[in-house]
Nanobody, 126 residues
Framework: QVQLVESGGGLVQAGGSLRLSCATSGRTFSQGTMAWFRQAPGKEREFVATISWSGGTTYYADSVKGRFTVSRDNAKNTVYLQMNSLKPEDTAVYYC???????????????????WGQGTQVTVSS
């Protein structure tokens, strides 16, 4: 079993930055693919970013590419999401998720991920 706990959310003005953290425990963290998703009120949960077990491969949604950076520190069992140039449309609950592998659905699909955190609220004011 894997436990995920997000932190770092909050209220920020447009153009500002936040760094989310996802602390993991349980099964071996370093062997899994990690991802961030978000869900705004009244909308479907959407993919934000993913990072391979080594940290060598990352992939981003077009809406955040160039503004967000995903990283991980396997020694600390933690994955991060650095969010810069935030926009009001980035307002959502952000979730981290873990999976052993991305097949067969792919790393950007929510159904790939077996474990989820409880989420952290990010609110960007205009």
């Amino acid at each position: 079993q894997v436990q995920l706990v997000e932190s770092g959310g909050g209220l920020v003005q447009a153009g500002g930055s936040l760094r989310l953290s996802c602390a993991t425990s349980g099964r071996t963290f370093s062997q899994g693919t990690m991802a961030w998703f978000r869900q705004a009120p009244g909308k479907e949960r959407e993919f934000v970013a993913t990072i391979s077990w080594s940290g060598g491969t990352t992939y981003y949604a077009d809406s955040v590419k160039g503004r967000f950076t995903v990283s991980r520190d396997n020694a600390k069992n933690t994955v991060y999401l650095q969010m810069n140039s935030l926009k009001p449309e980035d307002t959502a609950v952000y979730y981290c998720a873990a999976a052993r592998a991305c097949s067969p659905y792919g790393c950007a699909e929510a159904k790939t991920y077996n474990y989820w955190g409880q989420g952290t609220q990010v609110t960007v004011s205009s």
